[in-house]
């Protein structure tokens, strides 16, 4: 069994903070939501992580950015799913 060295492996990782994981997950989420043709849904998923982007401690991300699109999610979700069918 070849394992990759951790020595590789870590300076991999260490490019990448919490908030590029969240980004990520995100986006997968939601890719992966959308073969259910839903935007309630889409919308829950949204709010979800909206909160998860800004309970996430500051010190974690490093940046404001992901707050603020934390808070953007959070406004622009609930509009959404109550405009979904």
């Not at 590789?8 to 939601?30: A, E, R």
């Not at 622009?76 to 109550?82: G, R």
Request: glycine share 4%; hydrophobic share 60%.
């Amino acid at each position: 069994m070849n394992a990759v060295p951790l020595q590789l492996l870590d300076t991999f990782l260490l490019d990448y903070h919490i908030g590029h994981v969240l980004v990520l997950t995100f986006v997968l989420v939601m890719l992966g939501s959308l073969p259910l043709r839903s935007r309630k849904i889409l919308s829950l998923n949204a709010v979800l992580f909206g909160v998860i982007f800004v309970a996430v401690p500051f010190s974690m991300t490093d940046d404001i950015v992901y707050r603020a699109f934390g808070f953007l999610l959070i406004v622009v979700a609930p509009i959404l799913y109550t405009t979904a069918e």
